[in-house]
């Protein structure tokens, strides 16, 4: 975060990263399959909703096993549920992305990015916000392998919450904690704010949340 608003950069998950007996990024992560896979679709939301521009290494989005060899063929023809689902999830990723400009158009301004919440060490949660004009964007991680059920967080403004996307849906190889419905603010102070929500939190995941500001107007950000 040092340079993230003085320069124009690529946040990059390069070759250099799983070469050379570092291992593949799947195998990097700890736990067993169901883990590695959830902490690689963790790291993925996480990289493509901070601010900078996105590179993947070839692979990457196939959760390649075993690290890169020039030699050796990647497993784009593969039909192990790994591979299907992550590319799955790499596609409706990329989809979010670009249909999501606050994710991108505002990266190298301070204002784009606002930390909601980076302190919860017991829960290992965080959560911040994008935003470039209209468009907002709520992102909540969970760095542990706990869901966590009615977790409180502070958000900017009155209105509601919107989920579309969440890297635990079944559809990636998740375990489905996904929100039901919009989420609607509560006067209830949390995080310094004089709103908040309660949602579940995905474990080893990550939601991105849609806001729909009520009067954004008489609500600053």
Request: aromatic share 10%.
């Given at each position: 975060m040092v340079y993230e608003h003085t320069e124009h950069f690529i946040d990059a998950i390069s070759h250099d990263e799983v070469v050379h007996g570092k291992r593949s990024l799947l195998e990097k992560m700890p736990g067993d399959d169901w883990q590695k896979l959830s902490n690689l679709r963790l790291l993925l939301a996480y990289q493509f909703?901070?601010?900078?521009?996105?590179?993947l290494f070839?692979?990457?989005?196939?959760?390649?096993?075993?690290?890169?060899?020039?030699?050796?063929?990647?497993?784009l023809d593969s039909e192990e549920p790994?591979?299907?689902?992550?590319?799955?999830?790499?596609?409706?990723?990329?989809?979010?992305?670009?249909?999501?400009?606050?994710?991108?158009?505002a990266d190298y301004d301070p204002?784009?990015?606002e930390w909601i919440d980076c302190t919860d060490r017991e829960n290992c949660v965080i959560s911040y916000v994008r935003s470039a004009g209209e468009s907002l964007a709520l992102v909540i991680l969970n760095f542990t392998p706990v869901p966590r059920e009615g977790y409180r967080i502070?958000?900017?403004?009155?209105g509601q919450y919107v989920e579309i996307f969440s890297s635990d849906d079944p559809r990636f190889g998740g375990s489905g904690v996904q929100q039901t419905g919009s989420l609607h603010s509560e006067p209830v102070p949390w995080h310094g704010r004089a709103q908040s929500i309660r949602?579940?939190?995905?474990?080893?995941?990550?939601?991105?949340?849609r806001i729909e500001p009520r009067a954004a107007a008489d609500n600053p950000f």
């Amino acid at each position: 975060m040092v340079y993230e608003h003085t320069e124009h950069f690529i946040d990059a998950i390069s070759h250099d990263e799983v070469v050379h007996g570092k291992r593949s990024l799947l195998e990097k992560m700890p736990g067993d399959d169901w883990q590695k896979l959830s902490n690689l679709r963790l790291l993925l939301a996480y990289q493509f909703t901070r601010p900078g521009k996105k590179l993947l290494f070839m692979g990457t989005e196939l959760a390649q096993r075993a690290e890169w060899n020039v030699d050796a063929g990647l497993d784009l023809d593969s039909e192990e549920p790994r591979v299907s689902s992550t590319k799955t999830f790499v596609a409706e990723l990329c989809k979010i992305y670009r249909a999501t400009p606050a994710l991108w158009r505002a990266d190298y301004d301070p204002a784009g990015f606002e930390w909601i919440d980076c302190t919860d060490r017991e829960n290992c949660v965080i959560s911040y916000v994008r935003s470039a004009g209209e468009s907002l964007a709520l992102v909540i991680l969970n760095f542990t392998p706990v869901p966590r059920e009615g977790y409180r967080i502070g958000v900017p403004f009155v209105g509601q919450y919107v989920e579309i996307f969440s890297s635990d849906d079944p559809r990636f190889g998740g375990s489905g904690v996904q929100q039901t419905g919009s989420l609607h603010s509560e006067p209830v102070p949390w995080h310094g704010r004089a709103q908040s929500i309660r949602l579940r939190v995905p474990p080893l995941g990550a939601a991105i949340f849609r806001i729909e500001p009520r009067a954004a107007a008489d609500n600053p950000f």
